[in-house]
Protein backbone atom coordinates (compact mmCIF):
# COMPACT_ATOMS: atom_id res chain seq x y z
CA UNK A 1 0.00 0.00 0.00
CA UNK A 2 1.36 3.05 -1.18
CA UNK A 3 1.79 6.06 1.43
CA UNK A 4 2.87 9.59 1.27
CA UNK A 5 3.36 11.47 4.40
CA UNK A 6 4.47 15.41 4.00
CA UNK A 7 6.28 17.38 6.05
CA UNK A 8 7.79 21.05 6.71
CA UNK A 9 4.71 23.29 6.48
CA UNK A 10 4.72 26.21 9.36
CA UNK A 11 3.49 29.68 9.60
CA UNK A 12 6.51 31.93 7.74
CA UNK A 13 6.70 35.87 7.39
CA UNK A 14 6.68 37.41 3.77
CA UNK A 15 10.50 36.72 2.49
CA UNK A 16 10.93 33.51 4.33
CA UNK A 17 11.53 30.00 3.31
CA UNK A 18 10.54 26.66 4.03
CA UNK A 19 11.39 23.36 3.07
CA UNK A 20 8.76 20.95 2.32
CA UNK A 21 9.67 16.91 2.53
CA UNK A 22 7.48 13.98 1.44
CA UNK A 23 8.54 10.13 2.08
CA UNK A 24 7.05 7.64 0.07
CA UNK A 25 6.85 3.96 0.97
CA UNK A 26 4.81 0.84 -0.50
CA UNK A 27 6.65 0.82 -3.93
CA UNK A 28 9.53 1.35 -5.54
CA UNK A 29 9.09 5.11 -6.56
CA UNK A 30 12.20 5.86 -9.12
CA UNK A 31 9.56 4.85 -11.72
CA UNK A 32 7.22 7.45 -10.53
CA UNK A 33 6.90 11.21 -11.47
CA UNK A 34 6.99 13.02 -7.96
CA UNK A 35 5.61 16.60 -7.54
CA UNK A 36 3.99 19.09 -5.26
CA UNK A 37 0.22 20.24 -5.41
CA UNK A 38 -1.17 23.38 -3.60
CA UNK A 39 -4.81 24.58 -2.71
CA UNK A 40 -5.90 27.67 -1.28
CA UNK A 41 -9.43 28.19 0.51
CA UNK A 42 -11.80 28.83 -2.19
CA UNK A 43 -9.75 27.93 -5.48
CA UNK A 44 -8.88 24.44 -7.08
CA UNK A 45 -5.86 22.41 -6.61
CA UNK A 46 -2.77 23.71 -8.73
CA UNK A 47 0.40 21.97 -9.83
CA UNK A 48 3.21 23.84 -8.07
CA UNK A 49 5.94 22.02 -9.18
CA UNK A 50 6.96 18.18 -10.57
CA UNK A 51 10.27 16.05 -11.05
CA UNK A 52 9.61 13.04 -13.64
CA UNK A 53 11.21 9.54 -12.97
CA UNK A 54 13.88 10.85 -15.55
CA UNK A 55 14.99 13.97 -13.17
CA UNK A 56 12.93 16.81 -15.60
CA UNK A 57 11.22 19.62 -13.80
CA UNK A 58 8.23 21.60 -14.47
CA UNK A 59 7.44 24.55 -12.59
CA UNK A 60 4.50 26.67 -12.08
CA UNK A 61 4.76 30.25 -13.59
CA UNK A 62 4.08 31.70 -10.34
CA UNK A 63 6.58 29.85 -8.39
CA UNK A 64 9.55 29.82 -10.84
CA UNK A 65 13.42 31.32 -9.79
CA UNK A 66 11.63 30.73 -6.24
CA UNK A 67 10.84 27.26 -5.35
CA UNK A 68 12.70 24.41 -6.40
CA UNK A 69 11.59 20.76 -6.40
CA UNK A 70 14.07 17.83 -6.09
CA UNK A 71 13.96 14.19 -5.31
CA UNK A 72 16.14 11.40 -3.47
CA UNK A 73 15.29 7.87 -4.96
CA UNK A 74 17.01 6.25 -2.35
CA UNK A 75 15.36 7.59 0.28
CA UNK A 76 12.15 7.39 -1.82
CA UNK A 77 11.45 11.34 -0.81
CA UNK A 78 10.97 14.51 -2.76
CA UNK A 79 11.39 17.80 -1.44
CA UNK A 80 10.27 21.54 -2.02
CA UNK A 81 12.57 24.32 -1.41
CA UNK A 82 10.53 27.61 -1.39
CA UNK A 83 12.10 30.82 -1.39
CA UNK A 84 10.89 34.51 -1.26
CA UNK A 85 7.71 33.52 0.22
CA UNK A 86 4.49 35.53 -0.67
CA UNK A 87 1.32 35.39 1.09
CA UNK A 88 -0.06 34.36 -2.10
CA UNK A 89 1.70 30.77 -1.16
CA UNK A 90 -0.34 30.25 1.68
CA UNK A 91 -2.24 26.93 0.79
CA UNK A 92 -2.37 23.39 1.67
CA UNK A 93 0.38 21.51 -0.21
CA UNK A 94 0.10 17.82 -1.59
CA UNK A 95 2.54 15.86 -2.07
CA UNK A 96 1.85 13.42 -5.50
CA UNK A 97 3.10 10.57 -6.93
CA UNK A 98 1.94 9.08 -10.78
CA UNK A 99 2.85 5.96 -12.30
CA UNK A 100 2.69 7.12 -16.05
CA UNK A 101 2.95 3.51 -17.53
CA UNK A 102 0.01 2.39 -15.30
CA UNK A 103 -1.91 5.92 -14.29
CA UNK A 104 -1.78 5.29 -11.09
CA UNK A 105 -1.86 8.53 -8.76
CA UNK A 106 -1.85 9.12 -5.03
CA UNK A 107 -1.68 11.70 -2.72
CA UNK A 108 -0.49 12.45 0.47
CA UNK A 109 -2.55 14.19 3.25
CA UNK A 110 -1.25 17.78 2.94
CA UNK A 111 1.07 20.31 5.06
CA UNK A 112 -0.60 23.70 5.78
CA UNK A 113 1.98 26.56 4.43
CA UNK A 114 0.79 30.00 5.71
CA UNK A 115 2.91 33.31 4.96
CA UNK A 116 1.88 36.02 7.04
CA UNK A 117 3.53 38.95 8.91
Known amino acids: QVQLVESGGDLVQPGGSLRLSCAAS????????MGWYRQAPGKQRELVAV???????NYADSVKGRFTISRDNAKNTVFLQMNSLKPEDTAVYYC???????????WGQGTQVTVSS
Open 96 to 106: NVELRATGAMY
Open 26 to 33: GSIFRFYD
Open 51 to 57: VTSGGST
